[in-house]
């Protein structure tokens, strides 16, 4: 049995992540955003906002961030506006697939909750890639109870 080399096994795993992410469809169903709520997220990138973080949404406005593990607590650079609120992602995605990125996937639950965006601007550039996983998505308290539109 032939054993590949590791650059070749990474080459191999960044070929089927591009052509899955290139052919990753939209949203299936339009996510209603409530005003105010958290979600946990899982944030690969080169620069700010690597690492795990909880973020607090008020208003339609991100007001909050909290860093979760390690990375995120050694991270001096990032500020508040280093992040979006879940539609923001939507609109993010939106905004990539219009542009003309390499590669961008936006995955949702069945409600239409985003669960993940991804981004790889330009196929040779190898430090402008985005990654961030969603989870945890709650109504904070204000709106635990209300009725959505």
Avoid: K
């Avoid at 080459?11 to 052509?19: I, K, R």
């Avoid at 209603?32 to 973080?53: R, S, V």
């Avoid at 050694?74 to 539609?87: G, M, N, P, R, V």
């Amino acid at each position: 049995m032939r054993r590949l080399s590791r650059g070749s096994l990474l080459m191999a795993a960044a070929a089927v992540v591009a052509a899955t992410s290139a052919c990753a469809a939209g949203p299936a169903e339009d996510w209603d955003e409530p005003a105010d709520y958290t979600y946990e997220a899982t944030i690969t990138a080169f620069g700010p906002a690597h690492g795990e973080w909880r973020v607090t949404v008020r208003d339609h406005e991100v007001v909050e961030v909290e860093g979760l593990d390690e990375w995120s607590q050694i991270d001096e650079f990032t500020t508040i506006e280093s992040f979006d609120t879940l539609a923001d992602y939507v609109s993010r995605y939106d905004e990539a697939r219009a542009e003309g990125a390499h590669s961008v996937a936006l995955t949702q639950a069945t409600d239409g909750t985003p669960t993940g965006y991804s981004v790889d601007w330009d196929e040779n550039t190898v430090d402008d890639e985005y990654d961030a996983r969603f989870r945890a998505v709650a109504p904070t308290e204000s709106t635990a109870g209300a009725v959505p539109n």
